[in-house]
Nanobody, 121 residues
Framework: QVQLVESGGGLVQPGGSLRLSCAAS????????MGWYRQAPGTPRDMVAI???????SYADAVKGRFTISRDNAKRTVDLQMDGLKPEDTAVYYC???????????????WGQGTQVTVAS
């Protein structure tokens, strides 16, 4: 069993900041890709920012320059610092991790339960 527990969502005014955190626990040998997706009502779940074991990162064009992803491999955590928030950033944010259970397994995707981020005045 693998659990991803998110925290840090909430209500913020436009231009404000929030920091999301996600901690992975359970039967984990290693984590390859770890990051954040988001989903607004009536829209698909889209990638926001991901980090690959080894340091490479990728951001959605809509958040480049405003959001920063960081990862602590030892603690198995990934954070998303969100600055300059806009109403269109309102969504449920999901933590994601591609996990290997042992040295011989392939990676398996896992999701957190989601945390609501609302940007409104």
């Amino acid at each position: 069993q693998v659990q991803l527990v998110e925290s840090g969502g909430g209500l913020v005014q436009p231009g404000g900041s929030l920091r999301l955190s996600c901690a992975a626990s359970g039967s984990i040998w290693s984590i390859h890709t770890m990051g954040w997706y988001r989903q607004a009502p009536g829209t698909p779940r889209d990638m926001v920012a991901i980090t690959i074991n080894g340091g490479a990162t990728s951001y959605a064009d809509a958040v480049k320059g405003r959001f920063t992803i960081s990862r602590d491999n030892a603690k198995r955590t990934v954070d998303l610092q969100m600055d300059g928030l806009k109403p269109e950033d309102t969504a449920v944010y999901y933590c994601f991790a591609n996990v290997r259970y042992d040295r011989n397994s392939v990676t398996q995707p896992h999701w957190g339960q989601g945390t609501q981020v609302t940007v409104a005045s």
